[in-house]
């Protein structure tokens, strides 16, 4: 019996990586390859270590010449090797092979995987980073489907040796956590990083599919990522899918909105496309690189001191269903948001907001805890080629129209403001609505809770009836294709 002593906390018993590797070994059923690309066979090393892996282990495989890789698993349309897609013709060019080579009559009560990884590890000139896809495709039980766990991670490491240790650590960790935690997937993300710290690597991107996971919604597990803090920002794209940020953002010119969207208004709106009428039509920015992104910051996700993910999905679905890209962000300030977007592209941005957002901006108990204060945040945000597009309000005491000529920012601020204005930084949306300017979620979700009538008309066309179903009929979740995926944190 193991013996407790007064006072003693329950806490995780996290096993050491022999542990998992060796009950994996151990296991006579669990069968599988490995095929690593980019950053030698660091995963396969761990079972090879452990001992008893000739029960485990089929095969293990690098194709480390692209020539080799191409003929292999075929050639990208792209060219590129460190690649999703790459790595899903990894797992499925291995999976059939062992379904070919091991026959069921032989093997009957074997659990056949394949994990896989397609890797660039950081350059000489440690420039970049370095970035990788990870994955496996896998059963629960002897002739059943199979599931599949596909991730991205970027590497913070700046050395290739330290890199390489660390994607071999996350492989064992996967690989484990999809046989003995795949019941659990919000503890499986925590257990990724088992024996690895967060400034060694980021996952940002992950998805769950396969008849063990049919009650997973891969967007609250990219939720998890942020919450956890395994990444900073997670995207959907208008379809309402996971998608890699770096996919869409890569050398893009970008226009964001920040908002709290609960729900969607016609100011909203109104801000997106007026806000990006202008931006298309700057220099430098052309309508077919333009990527629109809506951000929700993860602090709006909050009640009462914990993340509402009912409330998260409302949003989310709402906005994917209007056609529009979502991020979930960690980032209070917005100069992170700016900063975020610069680690994937140069171009020219902008950022549309209301006239009480860049108030807030110039309010310097946002910035106490940099060493330069608002200064250093002010030079992270402007120094970009960025421009600010200020939609008009109506003040609500005296009914004048607030712009950027004439808002009131705090004293000590308005000269840093005048800079900026007088350099171009901040333009004001002069097409705007007058009649829709009184206009705000908070209004509207109270009017929905009441009952009152008439907010009907505040929220963008087709909106309200997605809303209305929701509340009347219950909830039942459907693909967002059939444009019904709206239903209001306060559902009675």
Same mark, same amino acid.
Request: glycine share 6%; net charge positive.
């Given at each position: 019996m193991e013996i407790t002593i007064k006072g003693d906390k329950e806490f995780d018993d996290i096993p050491s990586?022999?542990?998992?590797?060796?009950?994996?070994?151990?296991?006579?059923?669990?069968?599988?390859?490995?095929?690593?690309?980019?950053?030698?066979?660091?995963?396969?090393?761990?079972?090879?270590?452990a001992g008893g892996a000739s029960g485990t282990i089929a095969k293990a495989m690098s194709a480390y010449d692209k020539d080799f890789s191409d003929a292999i698993y075929g050639v990208e349309d792209d060219g590129r090797y460190v690649t999703e897609a790459r790595l899903r013709k990894m797992l499925t060019h291995e999976?059939?092979?062992?379904?070919?080579?091991?026959?069921?009559?032989?093997?009957?009560?074997?659990?056949?995987?394949?994990?896989?990884?397609?890797?660039?590890?950081? #350059?000489?000139?440690? =420039?970049?980073?370095?970035? /990788?896809?990870? +994955?496996?495709?896998?059963?629960?039980? @002897?002739?059943?489907? *199979?599931?599949?766990?596909?991730?991205?991670?970027?590497?913070?490491?700046? #050395?290739?040796?330290? =890199?390489?240790?660390?994607? /071999?650590?996350? +492989?064992?960790?996967?690989?484990?956590? @999809?046989?003995?935690? *795949?019941?659990?997937?919000?503890?499986?993300?925590?257990?990724?990083?088992?024996?690895?710290?967060?400034?060694?690597?980021?996952?940002?991107?992950?998805?769950?599919?396969?008849?063990?996971?049919?009650?997973?919604?891969?967007?609250?597990?990219?939720?998890?990522?942020?919450r956890n803090g395994m990444t900073d920002a997670v995207m959907f794209g208008p379809d309402g899918k996971n998608i890699l940020p770096a996919k869409i953002l890569y050398k893009k010119n970008i226009l964001a909105l920040r908002g709290s969207f609960r729900p969607v208004t016609k100011v909203n709106m109104a801000m997106y496309e007026k806000s990006y009428e202008m931006f298309i039509n700057e220099n430098k920015v052309s309508k077919e690189n333009t990527e629109v992104v809506f951000e929700i910051t993860l602090s709006n996700l909050r009640a009462e001191g914990e993340i509402d993910e009912q409330d998260f999905m409302d949003r989310a679905d709402l906005l994917c269903s209007l056609g529009q890209s979502v991020m979930i962000s960690n980032f209070q300030e917005y100069y992170k948001v700016v900063e975020y977007f610069s680690n994937y592209t140069k171009a020219r941005m902008g950022l549309a907001m209301g006239v009480n957002n860049l108030v807030d901006i110039f309010d310097e108990k946002y910035y106490r805890h940099l060493s330069g204060g608002i200064l250093e945040a002010f030079g992270k945000l402007f120094f970009k080629d960025l421009k600010v597009?200020?939609?008009?309000?109506?003040?609500?005491?005296?009914?004048?129209?607030?712009?950027?000529?004439?808002?009131?920012?705090?004293?000590?601020?308005?000269?840093?403001?005048?800079?900026?204005?007088?350099?171009?930084?901040?333009?004001?949306?002069?097409?705007?609505?007058?009649?829709?300017?009184?206009?705000?979620?908070?209004?509207?979700?109270?009017?929905i809770d009441d009952g009152d009538r008439g907010w009907e008309d505040m929220v963008p066309e087709g909106t309200a009836d997605l809303i209305k179903d929701y509340r009347l009929f219950g909830f039942t979740r459907k693909p967002l294709k059939t444009l019904k995926p709206i239903t209001l944190k306060k559902r009675k």
């Open positions: 990586l022999k542990t998992k590797a060796l009950r994996i070994n151990l296991n006579e059923n669990i069968y599988g390859t490995f095929a690593e690309i980019g950053a030698g066979q660091e995963t396969c090393r761990h079972f090879f270590r999976m059939n092979l062992i379904e070919k080579r091991l026959t069921r009559d032989k093997n009957p009560n074997k659990i056949f995987f394949a994990y896989a990884n397609t890797v660039a590890t950081i #350059d000489f000139a440690k =420039q970049f980073k370095g970035h /990788g896809w990870v +994955g496996i495709k896998y059963q629960i039980e @002897a002739g059943k489907e *199979y599931n599949d766990i596909v991730l991205h991670v970027r590497f913070k490491e700046t #050395d290739a040796r330290l =890199q390489q240790e660390t994607l /071999g650590v996350l +492989g064992l960790n996967l690989i484990y956590g @999809a046989f003995y935690k *795949y019941n659990e997937p919000k503890k499986l993300l925590r257990y990724l990083y088992d024996h690895l710290d967060k400034d060694q690597l980021e996952i940002d991107t992950i998805n769950f599919s396969g008849p063990a996971f049919k009650n997973v919604d891969n967007r609250l597990m990219s939720l998890q990522l942020v597009y200020l939609y008009p309000m109506l003040d609500p005491d005296t009914g004048e129209l607030i712009n950027s000529e004439n808002l009131k920012v705090y004293p000590r601020m308005k000269e840093l403001y005048k800079f900026f204005k007088y350099n171009g930084k901040v333009i004001d949306i002069k097409d705007y609505d007058e009649s829709i300017m009184s206009i705000f979620s908070r209004q509207i979700l109270q009017m």
